[in-house]
């Protein structure tokens, strides 16, 4: 198939095909004219690192992925290589979510000091203020 044909199967650009190629995850055949040519194969690739950006990898975290489907595994993800980007994907992960829930928790703190003082607000009451620290992400 060509490169217009692939891009419509993958749901993707010719424009992001040819990135891919330049980055070397996606092998580029020519025929006598020039055209680029792909087959299955190739949109198994790119279904592959798709799923994976979906996810919210980024497109290097994507080859060990590819390059296991290139040495001919059904899955890209039953090589080592790959397993070692899910662990460091979830590692990534845990800590985004440690952060969030420690901001959270001191978003629900302010909170509830907050509506503690409205409760409490009296001519004379205490002063309202903001005791959030700045979080760097």
């Known amino acids: 198939m060509r490169i217009g044909e692939l891009a419509a199967r993958a749901g993707t650009t010719t424009r992001t095909l040819r990135y891919y190629e330049a980055r070397g995850l996606l092998p580029a055949r020519r025929e006598g004219n020039g055209y680029r040519t792909y087959d299955e194969s190739d ?20 080859r060990p992925f590819v390059e296991c489907l290139r040495a001919g595994h059904p899955e890209g993800d039953s090589c080592p290589a790959s397993l070692a980007v899910y662990r460091r994907k979830l590692d990534e992960l845990d800590a985004l979510i440690g952060q969030l829930s420690s901001v959270r928790e001191t978003v629900a703190r302010q909170l509830a000091r907050a509506e ?7 001519p004379g009451g205490p002063e309202p203020g903001c005791e959030l620290r700045r979080h760097t992400w």
């Open 43 to 62: 949109l198994k690739l790119l279904r592959q690192i798709r799923t994976l950006q979906d996810f919210g990898f980024d497109l290097e975290e994507t």
């Open 116 to 122: 503690l003082a409205a409760e409490a607000e009296a």
